[in-house]
């Protein structure tokens, strides 16, 4: 009787973390609304960011291309919890920091070898239909590069 409550409990803890996850506004795919957008010379053009419960974590995949042109994809998995965790496949960051602000909005940090190397804020509209981004990256010339980035939800 009691491993049954147990058991009961826990897949209640569950689906409210499932529950919670699906309520976010941030998870999804979004399309770099590119007429909407403003950048820096040499800022990295992120043209889709998909959001995903990965367990009891999000999981970003990031696809776009360098001030070069090359392509550039990277994942982060983890909370937005404002505890940094790891970046794969990013050359300008190795772990990322996200930390909700409001309901629409978190902040993030970027850093390499414990350096910022971006910062920002991500704020999703309250239909749950624009995402916009509004960073500061250094580049690798130790220069300020701006942008501003919309997306719109797929």
């Not at 909370?79 to 772990?95: E, H, I, L």
């Not at 996200?98 to 920002?120: C, D, P």
Request: hydrophobic letters at 35%; charged letters at 20%.
């Amino acid at each position: 009787m009691k491993a049954r409550r147990i058991g009961l409990a826990a897949a209640l803890c569950f689906l409210g973390a499932v529950v919670c996850y699906a309520q976010s506004p941030f998870l999804g795919t979004w399309k770099l609304n590119a007429a909407k957008s403003k950048y820096d010379a040499g800022a990295t053009k992120v043209e889709t960011v998909v959001y995903e419960a990965a367990g009891e974590n999000i999981k970003v995949t990031v696809d776009g291309t360098d001030p070069s042109g090359n392509p550039v994809h990277w994942e982060w998995t983890g909370k937005f919890d404002g505890k940094p965790y790891p970046v794969t496949g990013s050359p300008m960051a190795d772990m990322a920091t996200y930390r909700r602000i409001t309901s629409h909005t978190v902040a993030i940090t970027q850093t390499k070898a414990g350096k910022v190397v971006l910062r920002g804020r991500i704020t999703v509209s309250a239909n749950g239909k624009t995402r916009t981004v509004n960073t500061m990256q250094i580049g690798p010339k130790g220069q300020r590069i701006h942008s501003i980035a919309v997306y719109d939800k797929q």
